[in-house]
């Protein structure tokens, strides 16, 4: 078992930025990618973007170079740097672990409770 916790989200105005954390704990293979994901209100749940072990890194298109996903494994932390926020970013943002390198949540086993960014035009 992983227990993955989020934090970091908030209220920000457009063009501001956020940086969002996922602790870690429990059973957490190595072989496990680390990813977030994002669901608006009235809308499927997307990838944002993963990380595998050795750093390799996808982004979904709509990041557009705004946001950056890194892991620090000595302290089990995922986080998200997001910015260029734009009020299209606001949603529940979710990190999961998972054993395929894809951003597609049926490939994920272990989620997070999310946090919640909402972006201000």
């Known amino acids: 078992q992983v227990q993955l916790v989020e934090s970091g989200g908030g209220s920000v105005e457009a063009g501001g930025s956020l940086r969002l954390s996922c602790g870690a704990s429990g059973h957490r293979s190595s072989n496990y990618y680390m990813a977030w994901f994002r669901q608006a209100q009235g809308k499927e749940r997307e990838g944002v973007a993963v990380?595998?072990?050795?750093?390799?890194?996808i982004y979904a298109d709509f990041v557009q170079g705004r946001f950056t996903i890194s892991q620090d494994n000595a302290k089990n932390t995922l986080y998200l740097q997001m910015n260029s926020l734009q009020s299209e970013d606001t949603a529940m943002y979710y990190c999961?672990?998972?054993?395929?390198?894809?951003?597609?949540?049926?490939?994920?086993?272990?989620w997070g409770q999310g946090t919640q960014v909402t972006v201000s035009s």
């Open positions: 999961a672990a998972g054993v395929v390198f894809l951003l597609r949540p049926k490939y994920y086993n272990y």
């Open positions: 990380i595998g072990s050795d750093g390799d890194t």
